[in-house]
Nanobody, 115 residues
Framework: QVQLVGSGGGLVQAGGSLRLSCAAS????????MGWDRQAPGKQRELVAR???????GYAASVKGRFTISRDNAKNTVYLQMNSLKPEDTGVYYC?????????WGKGTLVTVSS
């Protein structure tokens, strides 16, 4: 089993920044992919960012250039630095890891961006 504990959500004004973090623990031998998805009110969950292996990254078009994903392999932790936040970035952010071929999800952290 793998446990994910996230932190860093909150309320911020448009144009502001937040940093999310998510630490994985448990039966981890190798984490292939770490990332973040989000779900806005009334919308489907969508991919925000992924970091694959050592450093390969991918972003949704809506956040590219504003968000940066990174990972600390020694701590099994993934981060999401969110800058220039917009009201449309509001939602619940879920961290996700792929470990030994199995997906695990965190409980989600709420990010609210006021206009």
């Amino acid at each position: 089993q793998v446990q994910l504990v996230g932190s860093g959500g909150g309320l911020v004004q448009a144009g502001g920044s937040l940093r999310l973090s998510c630490a994985a623990s448990g039966s981890i031998f190798s984490i292939n992919v770490m990332g973040w998805d989000r779900q806005a009110p009334g919308k489907q969950r969508e991919l925000v960012a992924r970091i694959i292996g050592g450093a390969g990254t991918g972003y949704a078009a809506s956040v590219k250039g504003r968000f940066t994903i990174s990972r600390d392999n020694a701590k099994n932790t993934v981060y999401l630095q969110m800058n220039s936040l917009k009201p449309e970035d509001t939602g619940v952010y879920y961290c996700k890891v792929l470990v030994n071929g199995v997906d695990y999800w965190g409980k989600g952290t709420l990010v609210t961006v006021s206009s």
